[in-house]
């Protein structure tokens, strides 16, 4: 693992470093790899073709998406990759628009029986989705189901990785989907290729993600794309933490308020009066009567 150096590998979960990996065609073998371990056995991929990113709706007032990335098996089968890198309002209701342009761009003029290919909408996701759940569980499999858990349709498919709930150490990968998860999450703070990952689909990838190779062009691109990443998880970080100290404040504000209440209740049990209680604690004396009252 690196030291306190410039990083030698790029920060996968900027957009640059997210297309660089798995978005270019002379790669598209890690990306091949990389959804089989998500894909039952009959949707292995054996070849696949990046589409268009950007998707319009029927007419000029559909709302549009645009994909991370956006691709097709040789058999077919639609596949969207997602990389997110905040929490958003109504993240499950985007995903699902999201798989209406995959199945609807397999309309056909005419005579149709309206069958469907597979599409699968994966979401490699920076952040706890849910914070109710298990906090092992980091892979979620979606799929419409009726009311006794029985799968209902399995041609539309929703898998979410929450990369923070991954938690295993170098040591512990058993699976090589654990050796991928591992590789993304740790990948810009390796100083060279750990043991555990030598095998030819990970060197290659090392090898992509390697910044001296990079030209100036995509030196700049990534180092503005690292930048953008950097302030955004600023601007979450330093949310996150004023919400903290907001809830501490208000936790300890109300036990001040609690206190008062224990002495003020003691002072009544003491036989005081009202009005010496309201000045001794500087509250309304009305409150007090009404304490005293219950």
Known sequence: MKNNHKAKYINPFTDFGFKKLFGEEANKSLLIDFLN??????????????????????????????????????????FIVELQK????????????YATFPIREQAERGEWDYKL???????????????????????????????????FYDKLTFIFIEMPR????????????DKWLYFI????????IPAHLKEDVFEQAF??????????????????????????KNVIDTAVQEAVQEASLKAEERGRELEKLKRIQLALQ?????????KLFSVDETNVIRLKNK
């Open 166 to 177: 991954f938690q295993k150490k170098l040591e512990e990968l058993q699976t090589h989907f």
């Open 86 to 97: 905040a929490k958003q309002n109504f993240f499950k209701d985007r995903s699902v628009f």
């Open 185 to 192: 999450k740790h990948l810009e703070d390796f100083d060279d």
């Open 207 to 232: 090898a992509v993600a390697e910044i001296a190779r990079f030209n100036l062009q995509q030196w700049q691109d990534y180092e503005n794309s690292l930048k953008y990443y950097r302030d955004l």
């Open 37 to 78: 371990q998500l894909l039952p056995a009959k949707h292995q991929i054996q070849d696949l073709f990046y589409k268009k990113n950007e998707q319009l709706g029927n007419n000029e007032l559909d709302r549009k998406a645009i994909f991370d990335l956006y691709c097709e098996s040789r058999e077919g089968h639609k």
């Open 117 to 151: 290919q597979p599409v699968y909408c994966i979401a490699l996701l920076d952040f706890v989705f849910d914070n109710n759940k298990n906090t092992a569980q980091y892979l979620q499999n979606i799929q419409l189901r009726n009311e006794v858990c029985e799968v």
């Open 270 to 278: 003491q036989g005081f009066s009202t009005e010496q209680i309201a």
